[in-house]
């Protein structure tokens, strides 16, 4: 155990920790969380026995407050592999040299060596009721605390390795969910909906109506709660406004009869499970799903936000680089600002609802979907030297990388607060086109080439 | 990849893989190898397909002969960690020095430039359907070539490490299994048994009775494959004879009215799993499960073969160092051997079916039952220095170490021919007294105590 | 078929149900209802296809509005047993004499000529998907149009004979619904609620809480429709205020903890089913299990509405007849009445909102609790001639009927503008004591005689 | 209760019946069944209790020995309905004359007087786990007694009538059955396979490889219990020879690549639901569920036994009336007889193992296929005057009624032992032709006309 961290056994978090682990365990027990998990580690009284004291070092940990969790976090993360070990395998591996055989030794050896006692303890929670989830709930904790304490890092990064192996996709059950799924799991969908809030228990209805369909992942150890969703909703052409898909009083359409399934949500719900990435299988593993359901779909495609869209204005000199004379002029006379405005568009922002006025949302329209086209198109991330340039948009970077192309945008698509807020009530369409996503995937992610239909490219090299 | 092990992709091992793998790749495709193995570990044409070419990995593997599956399993192996990358961490774990937070980031480094690609390339077999399964048979077959082929031995302990990852005990799920149980899982139960043979349905029936129970491990992605299961009888006193619990044609018993769980029968079912150990946590459980069903139960007990024992008896001069004179004497007599004979228990077990005469058999009872005791509850196993003595018996040391006591030798309790031929018919209860499990085994594991009965020890310490 | 009644086939109604049964049966099939439904009978083309054409017929009935409904079952009435078949059969009874053997033959000749081919066409509907919704949905509109309409009453009491078989208790499953449960179901409670009104899916959630159960019986050919459902609480000691219990805000209890059961709600949610009761089955089911559940509870109880209390206030002379002398000054004085008011009872109850002054409460509760304990106990519903008497209450009726017994009397239990209405606030506790419910029921159906505890019975014997 | 039937009470049957419910109930109770029944009808103590009730008198029966068990059946069938009653209800029949309204309600009125009691006993036993079996198992029992003994007849027709309702196909669930079905499932198809008999589990595991099907129908309170099963082969054309069809060690065909489904095996499981019908519905519910789930199948047969061909050829003088004299003389010859042999089918039918001598063999198939085909499609079973002709054989006339064509007779199709004794070793292939199916069903019930292929009606003209 490290000392630095073992100093902090005696300040005045631990006790605390001390404290409601003394009344988990009654008292009968040294309450020592340092040494608990030590008999833990060492499986005293056998393994079911480590198991059964693992499930009350969980329970202490429960009932500490935000101090003592993160102590209990900083004595667990102490728990690191033995320097003497790693010094020894490290001597071994270069005394290998160039002998193949003796350095692949080396290499188990120091593998070995550098497993850290923390990861077992870590695992031995899997055995708890709910165990599994308070693995993802202490990740979720530490990826907070890791930021600002260094000492921590190194067991985030057990912990992902850890549930990265846990919740490999091929351990995933797909599931449907609609109106028929427990309430319990639905009350859910409701505070993990991260992209168009749900208002209620008919709006959710809504969604899970029989011409929608909800897909989510879960873990056969996590059964009551689902790690990613996706709404989709079964219509005939591309929809353009997300408005008309969340209207609760639009008539439910025949599913057999839609020639297109639009992808208008997709939510990640456990905040532990950050960087291991299920979107893309999702989506595929639904597109298939579909497909045998409903043979008469013929396109695949998302109705997504733009982000990013308003904070890339924000960040650029819009009104100086990217307007031409004319826009500047017809957006200027449209705000009834005096021609020679210069800065049209900063006026249009600052301006609350201006998408409300038909003149000036009128001529908005043009200028405000051409600069769009060409951020979605365009715009790259700042990147690390030598890989391949990438959107600068987060969720057009998702899409793309599965192997989507950008394929239309959508005026006032989205007039919610956030909509404006964030993506100028703009919406995009992505296209999930089976046949051409290994190629799309290949050349962004391999040369940072985005696949966008025609009408957005050219779009997107108008003025400037 | 290692070039040494890249030469033999030009041998005629591989090209009868690659012969397969074309058979099934329908020749669209590349038919390399690795090359496909490079593929999937860069994620050509996106995640999602490489999940998709990883199938087809499996297929050709599941198609290619002996030789053309060793020679899958070698190039799988050579996806090695890069020796650039580990000899860089090295440089800066050395580097680091006492600075704590350096020693710290250089540990995580090294972890990660050690971490094979390899191990990603079996992960992803998990999305095939079976593909769990698939990865368990591949390290089933690895344990056999490992032994010869060092190469072999690194990726064994990669998979040895994914499968206890996935396997640990946290992910199991308990199930009782019984006449209604679907055919083709009981089917595999009559496969699987390792310890009293099933001799049909009838057999396998009678097993499954009322008064009796069946409990096994199941991982939720291998549904239908047992991983170890154990039989029960629910009995009254402590059974002292197998042959009773197998009678196809006893009376079922009121399980209501037992005292006893008896623990006749304890089989592991996959090879791939070896190393990884269920069969404590079994136990424990299964006693849990029948403690909350039956409130009469008053004893958990086990009635278990002594498989070393006939081993130890020819590995050790009996006559000369472990009999007593008047041992040897009445032996001699009922063997109808001159008195002086010095060899009796050499000549007793030369005679088949010695067992079978009552006279021999009762001169031998009070000799073989005072060794076997010895045996049980004296030998030690050869142990590394420093570690704590083991029972030289593999059984015995299997339960002690989970805690259990040694408590009676039961003579001629398994007259199979395995029973005589390694157990010398005799079997031993080993009790589980909820109460003493956790000094038992601490006691065991750390000083080498062994927990028996005051007849057992008294027993062992009988003549020399 | 009777003619009277297909003299109705050419009216209005019927044209409007043939186009119904044309658009449905798409013109390429004879329309005629009736010739439909004797093909169905004779299983023109086989039974197979009889039931095929079944499910046409009930489509037909579906699309069909109100009137087209009722000419609907009318025609499926007109198929009555065949009188020819019938006086032969009575002719045969009547010759048969004293004659056992020949009398016994000629009943079962009887039955069978009397079997009314309508009850075989009800029973083909049974093969549809939710054939047996339908059903019970068809005898729920019957229930309305047989009062009017003699000509439905004997269809009516075919459906009830065969809908009685089918719902045997025996046939049912309890299953218990809790927050786990599907959407779909638990709006349906929301529905069915016919006691305390759920407000809204906080109020449902609640009412699921850890600290409560509900249990509905269901048919396995109906699996999202409840027959009955119960809501019941896990208190401490006899719950005598709903408004406690229906509080969302109030604080989960320890369900093991409690040792009393409150039943505070019971609804029937099919009207299809009416006259069919399988409260008394569901009352004792839910007993059985909460026992076997909760080893602490010691009583069972209701906390129950007295719907008919006020409707009989309203129906005698309670001032006159029923209030001492004292009682009548007390509670005019409390009105601000004159001393000399003769009816202050009905003044009392001419008031809005009157529980809400505390005064007038506190006057109000001696006489009304003394007269609802009279209306309970003493006061009888009319009866026909050599029955025994019983509760004038319905709810009274149905728990004395099962057994239980009137515990006691509550104020102020219900203060929702339904429990002032009907039961003046008043709400009941009936217990259901396990080892004196038969003897309860005995003497309440055998002599009219009902259990009461001492103070009820005291209260019910005040003045008059 | 009738009183010819109660003077039985006291004698030595009833005797010991009453002492095995004496043991069941303890004693503590008035051991008179007709009593216990009487309680429970007039549900003494309510209608829980008397469900209780009920319970012990199963219990009652099932210890009781067959004479207990008859005296149990003649008690409950004395619980006729009311004598009285019936005699006014039908005074009220004729009183009602030819006024419609008061004749609908005097057949309601009589309906209601003519229901016996003893269904409602008998409906009461539903409640008992199992007690849907019990029921069944007391008409089996019932079945047997019944044809003796006349007082019984009339509880039969009423316990038949309550099964019909129960047992409607509407309440029915189709499950297919295989390998993953329950053990304690597949055993109960082994007892009750009536057509091949299945020699073990190996071949019970072949008949449910994955180029075959078995579908059973189950009463969702009867779960474990198939009510008839059926076993279908996926094939290429249509099979002639069941040999083929149950040879373990025959390849597994690729069931997507089949055109044929052969129903070569169809049996009743309960002996106690007998007369009510389910297979008609079975094999079209299953051709249904193969064509949606192959598509690929183009022509659903059967390969059927001939069970009566070798009684009708018993029973008609063959070689006089049926036979040309070439055919005589032909057979007479492979017979090794003389020329002027005048009963060569004679001859050839006290042979034993004809069929294995090859001359023999060749002489008797046209000869045995040309009677054969007469058989099923010109010989008419004795009918009641003014009904249709129908086919003399009990299959044939079973299949044919469900609509299907006699397609295909095989030689040397079934050559077990009891195949050789019924159907002298010929085998008849039934096409289910969806399209055919209604109006060969009319041709056959309306006018008797039998649906035969061209092949097989030419072959029943032939000779004679």
């Given at each position: 155990?490290d000392?630095?961290?073992?100093?902090g056994?005696?300040?005045?978090?631990?006790?605390?920790?001390?404290e409601?682990?003394?009344?988990?365990?009654?008292?009968?027990?040294?309450?020592?969380?340092?040494?608990?998990?030590?008999?833990?580690?060492?499986a005293?009284?056998?393994?079911?026995?480590?198991?059964?004291?693992?499930?009350?070092?969980?329970?202490?940990?429960?009932?500490?407050?935000?101090?003592g969790k993160?102590?209990?976090?900083?004595?667990l993360?102490?728990?690191?592999?033995?320097p003497?070990?790693?010094a020894?395998?490290?001597?071994a591996f270069?005394?290998?040299?160039?002998?193949?055989?003796?350095?692949?030794?080396a290499?188990?050896?120091l593998?070995?060596?550098?497993?850290?006692?923390?990861?077992?303890?870590?695992?031995?929670?899997?055995?708890?009721p709910?165990?599994?989830?308070?693995v993802?709930?202490?990740?979720?904790?530490?990826?907070?605390l890791?930021?600002k304490?260094?000492?921590?890092?190194a067991?985030?990064?057990?912990?992902r390795?850890?549930?990265?192996?846990?919740?490999?996709?091929?351990?995933?059950?797909?599931?449907?969910?609609?109106?028929?799924s427990?309430a319990?799991?639905l009350?859910?969908?409701?505070?993990?909906?991260?992209?168009?809030?749900?208002?209620g228990?008919?709006?959710?209805?809504?969604?899970?109506?029989?011409?929608?369909?909800?897909?989510?992942?879960?873990h056969?150890r996590?059964?009551?709660?689902?790690?990613?969703?996706?709404?989709?909703?079964?219509?005939?052409?591309?929809?353009?406004?997300?408005?008309?898909?969340?209207d609760?009083?639009?008539?439910?359409?025949?599913p057999?009869?839609?020639?297109?399934?639009?992808f208008y949500?997709?939510s990640?719900?456990q905040q532990?499970?950050a960087?291991?990435?299920f979107?893309?299988f999702?989506?595929?593993?639904?597109?298939?799903?579909?497909?045998?359901?409903?043979?008469?779909?013929?396109?695949?495609?998302?109705?997504?936000?733009?982000p990013?869209?308003?904070?890339w204005?924000?960040s650029?000199?819009v009104?100086?680089?990217?307007?031409?004379?004319?826009?500047?002029?017809?957006l200027?006379?449209?705000?009834?600002?005096d021609?020679?405005?210069?800065q049209?568009?900063?006026?249009?922002?600052?301006?609350?609802?201006?998408?409300?006025?038909?003149?000036?949302?009128?001529?908005?329209?043009?200028?405000?979907?051409r600069?769009?086209?060409?951020?979605?198109?365009?715009?790259?991330?700042e990147?690390?030297?030598?890989?391949?340039?990438?959107?600068?948009?987060?969720?057009a970077?998702f899409?793309?990388?599965?192997?989507a192309q950008?394929?239309r945008?959508?005026w006032?698509?989205d007039?919610?607060e956030?909509?404006?807020?964030?993506?100028?009530?703009?919406?995009?369409?992505?296209l999930y086109?089976l046949?051409?996503?290994?190629?799309?995937?290949e050349?962004?992610?391999?040369q940072g080439?985005?696949?966008?239909?025609?009408?957005?490219k050219?779009l997107?090299?108008?003025?400037a």
């Amino acid at each position: 155990m490290d000392t630095a961290t073992s100093g902090g056994l005696f300040d005045r978090a631990l006790k605390r920790l001390l404290e409601a682990w003394r009344d988990v365990a009654g008292g009968a027990e040294d309450g020592d969380i340092a040494a608990q998990m030590r008999d833990c580690l060492e499986a005293k009284g056998g393994e079911v026995s480590a198991r059964a004291r693992s499930a009350r070092l969980a329970k202490a940990y429960l009932a500490a407050d935000a101090d003592g969790k993160a102590e209990f976090l900083r004595i667990l993360a102490s728990f690191d592999s033995d320097p003497a070990a790693v010094a020894k395998a490290v001597a071994a591996f270069q005394a290998a040299g160039d002998d193949a055989a003796a350095a692949a030794r080396a290499r188990m050896q120091l593998r070995r060596a550098l497993e850290a006692p923390r990861a077992r303890l870590v695992t031995q929670f899997t055995s708890i009721p709910e165990g599994v989830k308070f693995v993802v709930e202490l990740r979720a904790a530490l990826l907070q605390l890791a930021k600002k304490d260094p000492a921590l890092a190194a067991l985030e990064a057990d912990m992902r390795a850890l549930l990265a192996a846990w919740f490999d996709v091929g351990f995933l059950e797909l599931r449907r969910i609609d109106w028929h799924s427990p309430a319990n799991l639905l009350e859910k969908l409701v505070g993990y909906e991260a992209v168009h809030e749900i208002r209620g228990w008919r709006d959710l209805k809504n969604r899970l109506d029989s011409d929608r369909r909800c897909y989510a992942f879960f873990h056969p150890r996590m059964p009551d709660e689902p790690l990613i969703f996706v709404e989709i909703a079964l219509v005939k052409g591309l929809s353009g406004d997300v408005r008309a898909l969340l209207d609760e009083k639009a008539p439910v359409q025949d599913p057999a009869a839609a020639d297109t399934a639009i992808f208008y949500s997709i939510s990640n719900c456990q905040q532990g499970l950050a960087g291991i990435s299920f979107g893309n299988f999702l989506i595929k593993r639904v597109v298939g799903e579909l497909s045998s359901e409903f043979r008469n779909l013929k396109a695949f495609a998302t109705l997504s936000p733009i982000p990013g869209f308003r904070r890339w204005l924000d960040s650029v000199a819009v009104d100086e680089a990217l307007l031409s004379p004319d826009e500047k002029a017809s957006l200027a006379a449209a705000l009834g600002a005096d021609e020679s405005d210069v800065q049209p568009v900063a006026r249009l922002l600052a301006k609350r609802s201006w998408h409300r006025d038909a003149a000036v949302a009128e001529a908005a329209k043009p200028i405000l979907t051409r600069l769009c086209a060409r951020y979605l198109v365009a715009e790259n991330a700042e990147g690390r030297a030598g890989e391949a340039k990438r959107a600068r948009d987060p969720v057009a970077h998702f899409h793309l990388t599965n192997g989507a192309q950008a394929e239309r945008l959508n005026w006032l698509a989205d007039r919610s607060e956030k909509g404006q807020r964030e993506s100028l009530g703009l919406m995009v369409n992505y296209l999930y086109d089976l046949d051409a996503i290994e190629a799309n995937h290949e050349a962004y992610v391999g040369q940072g080439k985005r696949a966008a239909s025609t009408t957005l490219k050219r779009l997107a090299r108008g003025w400037a």
